[in-house]
């Protein structure tokens, strides 16, 4: 039996090479399929790559010239008492104050004193419920650059035509808000904000 059955098997040498030498093929078409595919993405990644190297390269040749590296200048927190007359509140305020120079950081540094005197009397006559909506927080933030800019010396107009207690407000007439005037404090950013 087993000489039966050794006789009627096929070669498996000849059997064995064929499937070697197929699949040896197969890979290699494969192999360069791949390749090829893999050298077309990689050369149309190039090709979107160097777009957008090219715009960010003109982005960046173009951002030190439009806009200077800023300038923040920390001040200490201020914890105030609000101006809501049914109970006692306060606010905790974190503020850093946004520069045009490294001067006004300095001059800022001379003139604190009186910085910290306007911006506690700026948050001192709001209410908690005027601070709440962050309408209040950037009305507040603008009130705070005017008022830091009036304590180094700087003309600070009113905040806007409708605003103007002086002038009262026609009905039917559109808002109008005069230009913010150029001013040494460009931004208010606030690092803490806690009402109690």
Known sequence: MSTASA??????????????????????????????????????????????EDVAAAEVAAAPESRPTPLFVPLDPFTVNLADRNADRYVQVGITLEVDSSRTGDQIKTYMPAIRNNILMAIADRTAADLQAREGKA??????????????????????????????????????????PALPVKAVHFSNFIIQ
């Open 7 to 52: 006789a009627e098997l096929p070669a498996p040498h000849k059997g064995k090479k064929k499937l070697i030498l197929i699949a040896t093929a197969t890979a290699l078409v494969l192999a360069a399929g791949g390749g090829a595919a893999a050298f077309m993405m990689k050369r149309s990644a190039q090709a979107d790559l160097g777009d957008t």
């Open 139 to 180: 009305q507040l933030a603008e009130r705070v650059r005017r008022e830091a800019s009036r304590a180094l010396g700087y003309a600070v107009g009113a905040e806007s035509v409708a605003t103007d207690p002086e002038r009262p407000a026609v009905p039917g007439a559109k808002r109008r808000v005069a230009a913010a």
